[in-house]
Structure formats: structure tokens, C-alpha cells
């Protein structure tokens, strides 16, 4: 039978809820291809499940049936495959999905969103109904759609998704006074930001951050057992003046450092983007977060804030005043301890909220 979900929801959402569960673990380990879950079900009952893992290895699909040939190789012929993402229908560095599935004997394919891939999106369907297997689409697309943000982003424009995230004070302070801890927000804040690198190519920094807080930018909650490579660490300056004993450029990941000397955030994303970057995620500082919202270029925003007073020091957003103030869509409100998550995506002038 398929899991337990909401009451109101069909079969064919439920599986595809496993699906996305698949796809959720290789989320920022599949660039510049985006995570993708399928799920194998026959009589009622799942036969293979894979996700894919990383650019250049098998798809999901692949993993699935692959995992259902060796355990379930009877149930397979007749099966139907929910997919998160539309199946690929072209060789690149794997060959297409949609073969293997004919292959595999499997008779129903059901996909949650379309491929904003120009070079795949549609064309499934034409090529399962010739070969007799039928296809539903649509199935959680919302859901999906959601999986595949920096894919989809990426695609269209050649530009990352910019995560944006900060650890502020009540009064809207990265920085405390001269003499305290640098740190304003409470552990458990820090460990969870610390986890969005896991999701993201690439880190940006200001050199000032480097100066005052010589930070290491790394993986340090579960990096082994994800596989997940160091995301790029960028640092943008202007002088150029970056500590030669800084953590960035000394450690075992100094050639994962990129210095980017006299650029501007437009254009170091579009530099990244050209590089196969999908996603980065914006540390800080102030400068970095102000420009990031005056330029219009973030998509996704994690803020967090500590019961504290500054009364001086950094603002989160530095540099020049914004020139309207800036909605979050979709927000989420999770207390940690005594610290406060507040997470949303921009809503900029000319785009509508969703909001129902």
C-alpha cells in the first residue's frame, strides 16, 4: 500500500512523496544537474527507489531500476516509475532515462515537474506513448518545481540561486561591540545555518568578514556521509587585502578559495553560473547582503535573530539604503531556543506574492 499521507491525497501523490524523498538526498550533490528521486511500484508495493547522486553518474531512474532488477527483476515488466523530474530523453554523460524505462518493461510513468530544459521538456511523452506506456504528469508539481529551484533558475538565466543568510541582533547588528564574543546568535542557530552549505556550490564573503572573523566556511555537520565536496569559498574584495594565515587560504580546502579582486556581485554570479554553479549561499557581510538586495539578486532568504542589543556595529543590510522595502513570501517561523529563524523568499515589485 502506498505510505501514509494526508487522507485527501491520491496513490499516485503518496508515491510520489517517497519520490521526493529520494530526491532530497542528493540535493547539492548533482550539480550542474538537478536532484532528482524515482520510485519503482508494482502490486501495491515499492521495488526500487534511487536518487541521483551526482553529475556524470547513473539518474535516478537508472538507480531504481537497477535496484529493482536485482531484488524485484519479475515485478519490474508492468510497474509504473514515479519521477520528481521529468525523464531525460537525450544522451549527455549518461544515456537518455526515457530508454532504460522502455527497456525495463515498465508500462505507467508518472512525473511531477516538466523539465525547464529546453532540450528534454515535452518530449517524453511523445516518445512512452509510442512505445505503449502511458504518462501522467503534473503529479505534486508544486513540490517538484520546488526541488529544482536553482536548476530551473540556472536554465533560464545562467545565473546561481542566491541563498542569502545572516545571524542578527533584535536591533538588525552582524557585529557586536568592540571587546565581546563575534558571535551574536546562539549555537543551535549557528549549526543550522552551518547545514545550508550542504545545499549550495559555492560561499560568499566579503574580505571584511575574512578580516574580522576568519572564518573556515567548511562542512563541518556530516559531510562524510553525504559524499558531498567543499562548495566553492568566494571572497569578493576591493583592496585585495585578505590575511596571507586567514583559514580560507591556508587549510585543506585553500584550493577551493576563489579571490575575486575588484568585482561586483553580478559578476562574479554570472562568472560562478558560467562555471556550472548552480546555487550559492551569501554569508555575509553587510556590504555583500546590502548590494545582494539593492541588485534585486536574491531568491531564498534564512535570517536569524538573537535576543540581543548592539546598539552600534554593522547592519545587516549595509552600504546604500534600499529603494523599497523588500516582502518575504512563503514565511516560515522557527523558534531555536531562544533564538528565532525567520525564513521566505523575496517578493520584488513587479512579482505578485503567492501567497493563496
Known amino acids: 500500500m502506498p505510505p501514509p499521507h ?4 491520491t496513490p499516485d501523490q503518496r508515491w510520489m512523496h517517497l519520490a521526493l524523498d529520494q530526491a532530497q538526498r542528493g540535493v547539492g550533490l548533482t550539480s550542474p544537474n538537478p536532484p532528482v528521486g524515482a520510485v519503482i511500484v508494482a502490486q501495491g508495493k515499492v521495488i526500487g527507489q534511487g536518487f541521483h547522486r551526482k553529475a556524470g553518474g547513473p ?3 537508472v538507480e531504481a531500476i537497477r535496484v529493482a532488477q536485482q531484488a524485484n527483476a519479475k515485478l519490474l515488466p508492468g510497474s509504473t516509475i514515479f519521477v520528481t523530474l521529468e525523464p531525460c530523453c537525450t544522451h549527455g554523460r549518461t544515456p ?12 505507467r510513468v508518472v512525473f511531477g515537474a516538466h523539465d525547464p530544459n529546453p532540450k528534454h521538456a515535452g518530449r517524453c511523452r511523445d516518445i512512452f506513448l509510442l ?3 502511458e504518462v501522467t504528469a503534473g503529479v505534486l508539481e508544486s513540490e517538484c518545481r520546488a526541488m529544482i529551484r536553482p536548476f530551473t ?17 533584535l536591533d538588525g547588528r552582524l557585529t557586536r561591540p568592540a571587546g565581546e564574543s563575534q558571535w551574536i546568535t546562539s549555537d543551535a542557530a549557528r549549526s543550522h545555518g552551518r547545514r545550508l552549505r550542504m545545499r549550495v556550490d559555492a560561499i560568499i564573503v566579503g574580505a571584511e568578514t575574512v578580516r574580522k572573523d576568519n572564518p573556515q566556511l567548511t562542512l563541518r ?13 568566494v571572497v569578493l574584495t576591493r583592496s585585495g587585502d585578505i590575511p596571507p594565515r586567514s583559514h580560507l587560504l591556508t587549510d585543506e580546502f585553500k584550493d577551493r578559495t576563489l579571490i575575486m579582486h575588484g568585482k561586483d556581485l553580478p559578476d562574479v554570479l554570472k562568472e560562478l553560473g558560467k562555471s556550472g554553479v548552480l546555487s550559492v549561499l551569501i554569508e555575509g557581510g ?3 547582503l546590502g548590494q545582494a538586495f539593492r541588485e534585486r539578486l ?5 535570517w536569524y535573530i538573537a535576543p540581543r542589543l548592539c546598539g552600534g556595529g554593522r547592519p545587516s543590510l549595509a552600504g546604500p539604503a534600499l529603494p523599497q522595502s523588500i516582502e518575504l513570501d512563503k514565511v516560515t517561523v522557527r523558534p531555536m531556543g531562544d533564538n528565532v529563524l525567520m525564513h521566505g523568499f523575496p517578493v520584488w515589485p513587479d512579482q505578485p506574492p503567492t501567497k493563496p
Do not use: F, L
Open 286 to 288: 553587510g556590504i555583500i
Open 221 to 233: 555537520d556530516g559531510r562524510g556521509a553525504s559524499g558531498k565536496i567543499q562548495p566553492w569559498r
Open 6 to 9: 494526508d487522507k485527501n491525497e
Open 298 to 302: 536574491v531568491d531564498e532568504v534564512y
Open 131 to 133: 512505445a505503449g506506456i
Open 59 to 61: 539518474h535516478a531512474e
Open 96 to 107: 537518455p532515462c526515457t530508454e532504460a524505462i522502455k527497456a525495463a518493461g515498465i508500462k
Open 153 to 169: 533558475k540556472w536554465i533560464a538565466t545562467g545565473i546561481p540561486y542566491v541563498i542569502a543568510k545572516a545571524g542578527q541582533s
